[in-house]
């Protein structure tokens, strides 16, 4: 098991930019795959950016050109870079990350999610 911790969520202006970090404690080397989704009353969670299994990165197409996801090379943080935000980014922003439920060959894999942080932007 690993927790997660953001911050950086607030407040702002459409365009403007706002920087989200997440810093996982625990067993994060069995970390598989890391990443953001976000929320919004009455709609499931959506993914946002995450690095995948093999370290590929994988972006929701609303954000594409305007987020970027990066993390430390001990990969127990990683961070997310909102750039040119719009209203429609308005949302709770939640840290996730996989680990294995145990040890051998392929166990399953188990979520872990930060507590959230509020992203409001703007028009």
């Known amino acids: 098991q690993v927790q997660l911790v953001e911050s950086g969520g607030g407040s702002a202006q459409a365009g403007g930019s706002l920087r989200l970090s997440c810093v996982a404690s625990?067993?994060?080397?069995?970390?598989?795959?890391m990443g953001w989704y976000r929320q919004t009353p009455g709609k499931p969670r959506e993914l946002v950016a995450a690095f995948t299994i093999g370290d590929t990165t994988n972006y929701a197409d609303s954000v594409k050109g305007r987020f970027t996801i990066s993390r430390d090379n001990a990969k127990s943080k990683v961070y997310l870079q909102m750039n040119n935000l719009k209203p429609e980014d308005t949302a709770v922003y939640y840290c996730?990350?996989?680990?294995?439920?145990?040890?051998?060959?392929?166990?399953?894999?188990?979520?872990?999610w930060g507590q959230g942080t509020q992203v409001t932007v703007s028009s």
């Open positions: 996730h990350a996989e680990v294995p439920s145990g040890w051998g060959l392929n166990p399953p894999l188990v979520d872990s």
């Open positions: 625990g067993s994060t080397f069995r970390i598989v795959t």
